[in-house]
């Protein structure tokens, strides 16, 4: 069974800290990855894409890949009240017949 | 507006009567996918489907079925409900590109009691 873990949390940091959620995966063959954030009872929503190894950033996110170590991580700059939420880490796997796999995710909570 | 539409939002139904739970998208998109969330366990896949007459199962597809007969919608069908599907789903898009970039829609609360 292929695999994506996360610490569920919950995750507390104070405002305008860096909050950083980790995820692995168990496949190999897995190809993209990518950060969802969920408010409570609403759905999921992406906010990072990432394809290759290294790091990418969009505003105050920055999404990084260890293909090797089958880690990736989204860092939060600067972090918010607003950015209190579930974020669920989701593995694409082509070799799997179009799968997407998500975490459980990591619940964070930014204090004011 | 671009959206992924999922009715009903909420059901409170009793085991064995049949049920479909509809999703349309205006996207166009050609992949779209059922998923199930269950506190502790994410959201794990039911089906999804790459195109028109494509389907295929995901990690939980039992006591479900799908049908995809128009590109736009994606019906979820539970011919004969039990409890342990009572569960919070979601419907998603993909332009079909990259099918890990999803478009999901608000969610459907089903109970089975």
């Known amino acids: 069974q292929k695999e994506v873990e996360q610490n569920s949390g919950p995750l507390s940091v104070p405002e305008g800290a860096i909050a950083s959620l980790n995820c692995t995966y168990s496949?190999?063959?897995?190809?993209?990855f990518f950060w969802y954030r969920q408010y409570s009872g609403k759905s999921p929503e992406l906010i990072m894409s990432?394809?290759?190894?290294g790091d990418k950033e969009d505003g105050r996110f920055t999404a990084q890949l260890n293909k090797a170590s089958q880690y990736v991580s989204l860092l939060i700059r600067d972090s918010q009240p607003s950015d209190s939420a579930t974020y669920l880490c989701?593995?694409?796997?082509?070799?799997?017949?179009?799968?997407?796999?998500f975490g459980a995710g990591t619940r964070l909570f930014v204090k004011a | 507006e671009a959206q992924v539409t999922q009715n009903p939002r909420y059901l409170i139904t009793v085991t064995g009567k049949k049920l479909t739970v509809t999703c349309s998208q205006n996207?166009?998109?050609?992949?779209m996918s059922w998923y199930r969330q269950d506190p502790g366990l994410g959201l794990r896949q039911i089906y999804y489907?790459?195109?028109?007459?494509?389907?295929d199962k995901g990690d939980v597809p039992e006591g479900y079925k799908v049908s995809r007969k128009e590109k736009r919608n994606f019906p979820l069908i539970l011919e004969s409900p039990s409890p342990n599907q009572t569960s919070l789903y979601f419907c998603?898009?993909?332009?079909?590109?990259?099918?890990?970039?999803?478009?999901f829609g608000e969610g459907s609360r089903l109970t089975v009691l």
């Open positions: 489907s790459m195109n028109v007459e494509v389907t």
């Open positions: 990432i394809y290759s190894n």
């Open positions: 998603a898009s993909s332009p079909g590109a990259n099918t890990g970039e999803l478009f």
């Open positions: 996207m166009n998109h050609e992949y």
């Open positions: 496949d190999r063959g897995s190809q993209s």
């Open positions: 989701a593995v694409n796997d082509r070799n799997g017949g179009f799968k997407t796999i």
